[in-house]
């Protein structure tokens, strides 16, 4: 099956996904070199959200720009049906200052 990058389901998210990576870049400590978004939907409705840095199993507060991003990215999990139960955005910081950041999303 071919993936259209322009239908919708696809298209609407890439700029929530954009916002929840500028929020955590933002709003992690310095010293933090990885961090994971991790999510998951409740069975009583919205989204569980934990920032954690993987590496020490610290915790960070969930800033307000990504809570609401994550709310815009709930609403289109449901606009689409899409079955994700889970999903953990990953960040890790490079050389430079920069970051490699990708999210997967499971059942």
């Known amino acids: 099956m071919a993936i259209d990058p322009n239908h919708p389901m696809f298209a609407d998210q890439v700029p929530i996904n954009q916002a929840i990576a500028r929020g955590l870049v933002a709003f992690l400590p310095e010293s933090w070199r990885t961090a994971e ?11 569980g959200q934990q920032v954690v840095n993987p590496d020490t199993g610290e915790g960070w ?36 200052n920069e970051w490699k950041i990708s999210a997967t999303f499971e059942k």
């Open 37 to 47: 978004l991790r999510l998951h939907v409740r069975a009583e409705g919205g989204v």
């Open 61 to 96: 507060t969930v800033s307000h720009e990504v809570m609401m991003a994550v709310l815009d990215l709930d609403e289109h999990r449901k606009k689409h049906a899409l079955p994700w139960t889970t999903g953990v955005f990953h960040l890790q910081r490079k050389e430079a």
